[in-house]
């Protein structure tokens, strides 16, 4: 009985570290949540502008003839946004198993776990700037009028709220064709088609970092909710070896008197 008493108090001292671990964890991850929240925010905000000002461009007859709209290359580029560490449920695995969807794409990983998967020198999400999207997005962009790709997708993780966080691809290049613009267009000069081949790359930065920011977002709330779960799974285990330990240590009591009892009877 003293062996079982001695391994019990061990595994509750073990589990018990790893709560202490959870919890910590789980702390980081909450003091970073409300600074991620504002800088998806922000980026959803300076995406949707861009949004607007691309629509209301290639709504224009004359922007038909945009290389971003004849794609002159085949073949798909897939920027993958991963996150730099584990431990956050399963938003990793699920932006891994998203790629797989996309067949012989040409993969752009972001992120430590992303470029690790990829065996891709190490970008991080966290740390992953505007001027880094800005260069990234020149570089595709030249790619695309060069006819070195004919698709550009960009595949992040898509903030619910705290509790869902789900996986998506967004295309981004070729530009679609849009309907019929407002009565009252804004006038372009030298001409929308120029606005628009020289918007494009900012076009293309801004949605690029927007994800990021967004993906980054998700990655701390799904760590925050791993952990939390994590820790209530490590207390009820605690509370359960508890118990055991309890009873193995009142029967190691029970014996001994037994035995002194039976003793001082000879």
């Known amino acids: 009985m003293s062996a ?18 959870t919890r910590a964890m789980g702390l980081v991850a909450s003091s970073k949540m409300r600074r991620a929240n504002q800088s998806m925010q922000h980026g959803r905000q300076y995406a949707a502008a861009m949004d607007e000002v691309i629509d209301v461009l290639r709504s224009s007859p004359e922007c ?22 584990g431990l956050a449920g399963g938003y990793n695995a699920n932006v891994f198993k998203l790629a797989e969807t996309v067949p012989d794409a040409g993969i ?43 698709k550009l997708g960009i595949l ?3 903030y619910k709220n705290m509790m869902s ?14 309907g019929k613009g407002a009565d009252a267009a804004p006038v372009f000069e030298p001409d929308e088609e ?11 930065a801004g949605i690029l970092f927007a994800c990021i920011r ?25 509370d359960h070896l508890q118990l ?18 039976a003793g001082s009877g000879l």
């Open 64 to 85: 038909a003839r945009t290389p971003y709209m004849r794609p002159a290359g085949e073949g798909t580029r897939l920027i993958v946004i991963a996150g730099d560490r």
């Open 108 to 150: 752009i990983a972001i992120g430590k776990r992303a470029c690790e998967r990829y065996g891709q020198s190490v970008i991080s999400s966290e740390r992953f700037s505007g001027a880094d999207a800005a260069k990234m997005a020149g570089e595709l962009c030249r790619d695309f009028l060069d006819g070195k790709y004919g």
């Open 194 to 204: 120029t606005v628009l081949n020289g918007a494009v790359p900012s076009y293309v």
């Open 156 to 158: 992040y993780t898509g």
């Open 244 to 261: 055991q330990y309890n009873r193995a240590r009142q029967n190691n009591i029970t014996q001994e008197i037994t035995e002194i009892v």
């Open 4 to 21: 079982d008493v001695k391994s019990l108090r061990s595994r509750i001292r073990s589990v018990d570290s790893t709560l202490h671990l």
């Open 214 to 238: 967004e993906s980054f977002a998700c990655e701390v709330a799904a760590r925050r909710m791993a952990m939390d779960s994590a820790g209530k799974n490590a207390q009820e285990m605690i």
């Open 165 to 178: 966080q789900e996986a998506k691809i967004r295309w981004v290049l070729p530009l679609e064709t849009a």
